[in-house]
């Protein structure tokens, strides 16, 4: 199995709303990684995790909260969004922390009211 | 900041070899070159990396000059699946940290 899924594939949400994210790997790989993806712009790091402990934020807010319950899964928690984070967000991960070869997911569209 | 320098877009004809330039001049001994192409709709999909050698695996063929300043992605025969956004990446092999640049949008027409 080489497939990263995700779910859901669409999320509308108010900006009230609490919602999360779920990314899952069987490929017994040792980090994962969320991205954000605005339209038409390249995909921007979020968060790195490692043997399941977060190694890098990049400075993402706080309204965003990553959790890796398992070496298979990964969540993004979401709070009190506003309608600029509506993206693209990817899941990926690699065989371990540093490897750059990384496999993507196919992201869940998330749109922010 | 992306450290790689790509042209915002390139045609090719099906059945045609696709050359994807990249430069990335201040590029660093221990950085390599990796390269990701994004389908539309999909997440990003590893393609090929190198360091100072020229590369090659089932999907394409990684050109790095010799002063490491610029490279080169060859799609030996572009077919319509093809098109994608490709992305030139630089960083050192043990960073887990990829950085996107802007890419380069390859149309593959028939």
């Known amino acids: 199995d080489t497939e990263v899924t995700q779910t859901p594939k669409h999320l509308v949400m108010g900006m009230t709303n609490k919602k999360s994210l779920k990314c899952e790997q069987h490929?017994?790989?040792?980090?994962m990684y969320w991205y954000k993806q605005k339209a038409k712009k390249p995909p921007e790091l979020m968060f790195v995790y490692s043997y399941e402990k977060l190694s890098i934020n990049e400075s993402v807010p706080s309204r965003f909260s990553p959790e890796c319950p398992n070496s298979s899964l990964l969540n993004l928690h979401l709070h009190a969004l506003q309608p600029e984070d509506s993206a693209l967000y990817l899941c990926?991960?690699?065989?371990?922390?540093?490897?750059?070869?990384?496999?993507f997911g196919p992201g869940t569209r998330l749109t922010v009211l | 900041d992306a450290k790689t320098t790509q042209p915002p877009s390139m045609d090719c004809a099906e059945g045609r070899a696709a050359n994807l330039p990249c430069n990335h001049s201040t590029i660093s001994g221990n950085e390599y070159v990796y390269w990701y192409r994004q389908i539309h709709s999909q997440g990003p999909q590893y393609i090929i990396h190198g360091l100072k050698n020229n590369e090659t695996n089932e999907m394409a063929s990684l050109i790095i000059t010799e002063d490491r300043k610029s490279s080169t992605l060859i799609l030996p025969h572009a077919t319509l699946r093809d098109t994608a956004v490709y992305y030139c990446i630089v960083a050192p092999s043990n960073t887990g940290k990829l950085i996107f640049g802007q890419g380069t949008t390859l149309q593959v027409k028939p």
């Open positions: 490929m017994g790989h040792r980090a």
């Open positions: 990926a991960s690699s065989q371990v922390d540093g490897y750059n070869e990384q496999f």
